[in-house]
T-cell receptor, first 112, second 111 residues
């Protein structure tokens, strides 16, 4: 049973476009929602994170939108660049522990 | 400041062999964890620890053992390797439950 569902599996966007990746969860015990970026051959790196008491968080070209009632959150990459081409993972942390559960990942390709 | 160091980077095992994947962090993080990454499956939590002497199971613990005798080290042991354990393994550490730092991974092939 996948606790965090991520879509789409892959995404192709033109340079300058907006990339949108969506995640959904069921467990209301999750209390922290980070996004990770992974380049080939590297470990995932924290990109941006949000807590459920906030509906939106923006850091540069990256924005998380959070809908607590719908149990959904999404990553928006504005003005997408070829250097953003990577695999993106959403995740959720259990509030009773430090367990971080990941989505299945989205492979983003930004074409020049 | 090395962050999270994983060794080895690559390993090939024969079915039934045992081995230990090493993970060390120098950031004094109380939380450490092991994930495996398989195509289309994302990162799945194997085991985690919230401090020295404390470990717990994640989503896919079968076939793996861990121990946490020090804050810095969190080795992952495969007692009898199986082809289904072919994967890329990542160790991560963190403090306060946020901002986990990942190592660069160990690519394991079991033949």
């Amino acid at each position: 049973q996948q606790q965090v569902k991520q879509s789409p599996q892959s995404l192709i966007v033109q340079k300058g476009g907006i990339s949108i990746i969506n995640c959904a969860y069921e467990n209301t015990a999750f209390d922290y929602f980070p996004w990770y970026q992974q380049f080939p051959g590297k470990g995932p790196a924290l990109l941006i994170a949000i807590r459920p008491d906030v509906s939106e968080k923006k850091e540069g070209r990256f924005t998380i939108s959070f809908n607590k009632s719908a149990k959904q959150f999404s990553l928006h990459i504005m003005d997408s660049q070829p250097g953003d081409s990577a695999t993106y993972f959403c995740a959720a942390r259990m509030d009773s522990s430090y367990k971080l559960i990941f989505g299945s990942g989205t492979r983003l390709l930004v074409r020049p | 400041n090395a962050g999270v160091t994983q060794t080895p980077k690559f390993q090939v095992l024969k079915t039934g062999q045992s081995m230990t994947l090493q993970c060390a962090q120098d950031m004094n993080h109380e939380y450490m964890s092991w994930y495996r990454q398989d195509p289309g499956m994302g990162l799945r939590l194997i085991h985690y620890s919230v401090g020295a002497g404390i470990t717990d199971q994640g989503e896919v613990p079968n076939g793996y053992n861990v121990s946490r005798s020090t804050t810095e080290d969190f080795p992952l042991r495969l007692l009898s390797a199986a082809p289904s354990q072919t994967s890329v393994y990542f160790c991560a550490s963190g403090r306060g439950g946020v901002g986990y730092t990942f190592g660069s991974g160990t690519r394991l092939t079991v033949v």
